[in-house]
Every structure is written in C-alpha cells, then in structure tokens.
C-alpha cells in the first residue's frame, strides 16, 4: 500500500495568484508558514519556520483566491508532488516539491485569535464557500441573544 497525504496548517505568507491554464481550467498558487517550537537539551527555547508551496485547481482556487488574505490561518490537505523543468537561462535542471490541494479550509483571519479552531469553519470545496468568521465575532453572537423572560407552556407547543 502507498500513500501520499499531507496536512498543512500555517498562516499564508503571501495573498493566493490566480492564474488560468491554456484549458481555462483556474490555478492558485499559495505559500504557507508553518512553525516548531521546542526546548534544546540546555532548556533554551528553539524555533524552526518552514515554508511550503501550495498548488490549488478548478473551484477550489478561485474560491481561495477570493477568501483568503496574506497572514491568514489555513488547513491544507492534499498530495506532495516535485515537478523538474529545465531553466532557459542557465540550462540547468530546476526542481519545486509543493502540495497538490485536495480541500482547503480558512482559519482565522490575521487579527483574531490564534486559538481558533477549524471546527464548523468553512472549506474550499468543489462547491465554494464563503468566508470564515473568526471565533471571537462567533462568540459576540451569542452573549448578545436575549432570551424571553416568560415561561414557554409545553401545551402551546404545536407538535
């Protein structure tokens, strides 16, 4: 058995491109941050940023590039992939590894907060999606519902 999945989740270092194949099919391209944080065996604290490269198809990168905005968290899911092409200039053997997106969820924007979770949050499906709320403008919502000071008869109840 093979497998080939891969699970991003960062902060966009850049906002998505848009771009069209000669089909007319539509592709975006996205860069994702991603960190680790860890302790040294002398207890000082160490930091590693990894950057990857996001390809996104069809729907899912129009939606994407409409939605998502540099420093935004996202969930990427999908297949790591190298391509080679050879460079005109130099004539040298050009290599990228980036991740064919399978499905794409929007995180928090930049200014929410950074626990945020992905739970219930919209993702960039075939069928598109609208833009995430963060979970602090989820949470206003509610503490702003007004609730009736009467008690409810279970007789009045129609069903």
Do not use: C
């Not at 906002?15 to 592709?27: F, H, I, K, N, T």
């Not at 680790?36 to 996104?56: C, Y």
């Not at 399978?102 to 945020?116: H, I, L, M, N, P």
């Not at 963060?134 to 519902?145: E, F, Q, R, Y």
């Amino acid at each position: 058995m093979y497998l080939n999945k891969a699970f991003i989740v960062g902060n966009l270092t850049r906002d998505p491109e848009l771009r069209a194949l000669p089909s007319g099919m539509q592709v975006a391209s996205l860069s994702v941050a991603t960190n680790s944080v860890w302790r040294d065996k002398d207890g000082n604290k160490k930091e590693d940023t990894q950057f990857h490269n996001i390809v996104v198809f069809g729907r899912q990168a129009e939606t994407s590039a409409q939605y998502l905005k540099k420093g935004q968290q996202v969930m990427v899911e999908g297949r790591i992939q190298t391509r080679s092409w050879d460079d005109k200039t130099s004539g040298e053997k050009k290599y990228r590894t980036e991740i064919v997106a399978d499905r794409v969820q929007f995180g928090a924007k930049s200014g929410a907060s950074a626990g945020g979770s992905f739970a219930g949050a919209p993702d960039a499906t075939a069928e598109g999606a609208a833009p995430a709320k963060s979970k602090g403008a989820k949470a206003a919502a509610v503490d702003t519902i007004e609730y009736p000071s009467e008690d409810i008869n279970p007789e009045d109840i129609p069903f």
